[in-house]
């Protein structure tokens, strides 16, 4: 497989992707292009050839500073009631492609890219997810993800995500 990352662009056949989640598959197929377009995100297509495998987006946002936990909190600026967060906003893969690993691979590639703008072109403490199911969020805790308070989001930092970038290298 000669399996690459890029951002999502019109050679590659979206009308056939489906990860058996209607959100997700309608988000891909009718409403993508037009938030890049309003860049309103950024959109990161796995493919091969013109193959859809899967995609991400990503954007920038922020969570309440109570929200998070007290060992990060407390060694943030007390002034800062919200704090600036990568919004990994969503993730599939192609059922066709299940059970390959490759969403863990396109996890890490999101991550890596978050990771790697995060304090050079805009600041970002950490990653957030927001779960579309008990599944999505089963599989971010096996990546570290962990709970943010009272939210139902997701967060990861950026010095596990440091960890997590080396360890997989």
Do not use: W
Request: net charge positive.
């Amino acid at each position: 497989m000669s399996i690459k990352i890029e951002l999502l662009n019109s050679s590659l056949d979206k009308k056939s992707f489906s990860c058996g989640k209607e959100m997700l598959d309608n988000y891909l197929h009718f409403q993508a292009s037009q938030d890049v377009k309003r860049k309103l995100c950024v959109v990161f297509a796995m493919f091969e050839n013109t193959t859809l495998i899967g995609y991400y987006t990503l954007s920038n946002s922020s969570v309440p500073a109570d929200a998070v936990p007290e060992d990060i909190s407390k060694k943030m600026p007390r002034s800062y009631t919200s704090l600036p967060v990568t919004l990994l906003g969503r993730l599939a893969i192609d059922e066709k492609f299940r059970g390959q690993g490759l969403g863990g691979i396109i996890l890490l590639d999101a991550l890596k890219r978050s990771y790697e703008i995060a304090g050079k072109n805009i600041g970002s403490i950490g990653v957030v997810v927001d779960p579309l199911d008990n599944d999505a969020s089963i599989f971010y805790k096996k990546f570290g993800f962990i709970a943010l308070s009272g939210s139902g989001k997701m967060f990861l930092t950026m010095p596990l995500i440091e960890k997590l970038i080396l360890n997989n290298l």
